[in-house]
């Protein structure tokens, strides 16, 4: 019966069965092929379509950078004191000091 955690299976990261089979009908068949080296080599192939080779450039992005989540700012507002923005313009000085 559940205990609230986990108390067994795999390990976390652990690749199923399906998934190393896969791995390796491929290095057999293979040796040389990498994934993210194809799309690059697409990616950077000025005869393909800009549309794909945006789309892998997103896609091996996806492998390099993490994905951004939005944040908080930590800023409270000050309800007491009032917001204000000054807006500058830098034209109206110059043309009145001349």
Known sequence: M????????RQKGTP?????ALR???ESSFPEYDPLIALTEIALDAANDLSVRIDC???IA???????????S???????????IEIV???TSVEQAG
Do not use: D, W
């Not at 559940?2 to 299976?9: H, L, M, R, S």
């Not at 199923?16 to 190393?20: H, L, S, T, V």
């Not at 930590?74 to 204000?84: F, K």
């Open 2 to 9: 559940a205990q609230g955690f986990k108390t067994g299976g």
């Open 16 to 20: 199923n069965k399906n998934r190393i």
């Open 24 to 26: 390796e009908r491929l």
């Open 57 to 59: 450039h997103k896609t």
């Open 62 to 72: 996806a492998y390099i950078y993490p994905k951004l989540r939005a944040a908080e």
């Open 74 to 84: 930590g800023i409270a507002p000050h309800p007491e004191s009032p917001l204000v």
């Open 89 to 91: 313009n830098p034209y």
